[in-house]
């Protein structure tokens, strides 16, 4: 293909109208655009790309509706729409250039940031249906004592709930049960599991527990005190099976240099992270993820057996096992199966959490990248979560 056209055109294929309505209804369909076919002229000026859709008369194609998909560099009728001698009906998009894309993408945050200070949280019932006792905490641990470890239950036991769940591996059952030993409290007790895998870690103590409502929480994150109440309020509303909280980076003290500016990436992230599940939730109650970091779910939704059963045996392209992902697949479980979920945005239910302040923080970005191309991907062409977001 030569570089300088003037009139670089792509004719997709006719396509039926019955293959065009399963396009629309599946919303989303990979357009493979063969390079051999665009046409070399003399000169691009690749800062325009018009697309039309073109709607060719039946009549002059065996009597049958198709369409055909164009893209032009030229804002003249592009080849494709006469390959018919009677004129086609084309609809001819704004062309898109450097300045309208600009004009797109601030247009785009002017509407995000106004939903996201437009979000307002789920307040505290006055005569509220859940409270601390009506909460079971579980924490999935590699470790077995460590100060990030000791910390976290502390702050957690601080907001006095029903019991806290430690799952860790066996080779740490025992520094993981002297540590609580240590705290000299009764509301925490320590399981195992054999290998290291979270979802398992999950499931092992889902059946001891015996409170309304389930919390998933990291072994690294720093809980206020006001934290339940704010959690607990979405659940009065008998719709709603899972709640998120707006989270913010716990900075590392006497931070070296590599330390400030991985920190600062880390910052960066989850501010966006909170801006982007915030405007989500306003515009159509629907947000990427409900994070593991700390999230609250119904206890029947987590016991059900093919809840369970899902849970643990989900694979990967029919080949991989897959241990990670979990809060996507608990997310994704939420809305294909009729339950609302909601972000909770307030500044007494924001936890503090650690990322990685050093070269694995790449590492942590790339997993992070993978799992949100698993689930996405699932979403849109497997259990198809869009075809329920209406109904």
């Known amino acids: 293909m030569h570089q300088d056209a003037n009139d670089i055109e792509f004719h997709h294929e006719l396509v039926s109208r019955a293959m065009m309505e399963d396009m629309y209804t599946k919303l989303v369909r990979v357009i493979y655009i063969p390079l051999d076919d665009f046409a070399p002229q003399t000169h691009v000026d690749r800062s325009f790309v018009y697309i039309g859709l073109s709607s060719i008369n039946p009549v002059d194609v065996s009597r049958r509706p198709f369409l055909s998909l164009c893209i032009s560099t030229t804002s003249s009728s592009c080849r494709c729409c006469k390959l018919t001698n009677a004129r086609p009906k084309t609809l001819r998009l704004l062309p898109i250039c450097s300045d309208r894309r600009s004009l797109f993408r601030y247009l785009r945050l002017v509407v995000s940031v106004f939903a996201f200070y437009s979000l307002r949280p789920i307040r505290i019932p006055g005569n509220p249906r859940f409270f601390s006792k009506d909460v079971t905490v579980i924490i999935p641990s590699l470790e077995g004592d460590s100060p990030e470890l000791f910390d976290t239950v502390q702050s957690i036991l601080a907001t006095e709930p029903y019991e806290i769940i430690l799952v860790t591996v066996d080779a740490q059952l025992a520094r993981a049960q002297l540590m609580i030993k240590r705290m000299g409290t009764f509301r925490a007790r320590v399981m195992s599991v054999p290998h290291p895998n979270k979802r398992w870690q999950m499931v092992r103590a889902i059946p001891d527990v015996r409170t309304g409502i389930t919390i998933f929480a990291d072994d690294d994150v720093t809980w206020p005190s006001t934290l339940l109440p704010w959690i607990l309020a979405p659940f009065d509303d008998e719709r709603y099976g899972g709640v998120g909280t707006n989270q913010r980076l716990r900075r590392a003290n006497a931070p070296s240099i590599q330390q400030r500016a991985y920190g600062y990436l880390g910052a960066l992230y989850l501010e966006r992270r909170n801006f982007d599940c915030a405007s989500c939730m306003y515009m159509d109650g629907g947000l990427p993820c409900l994070s593991g970091r700390t999230v609250a779910y119904r206890t029947k939704i987590l016991k059900d057996h093919s809840f369970i059963h899902e849970f643990t045996h989900e694979q990967w392209t029919s080949k991989y096992q897959l241990h990670a992902d979990d809060d996507n697949f608990l997310t994704r479980w939420m ?55 209406d109904s």
């Open 335 to 389: 809305c294909s199966h009729g339950w609302k979920i909601w972000y909770q945005y307030h500044k007494e239910a924001e936890i503090l959490t650690t990322l990685e302040d050093n070269t694995k923080f790449w590492r942590q970005c790339l997993r992070w990248v993978r799992s949100n191309w698993r689930s996405n991907l699932t979403s849109l062409f497997r259990e198809e979560i869009w075809r329920l977001v």
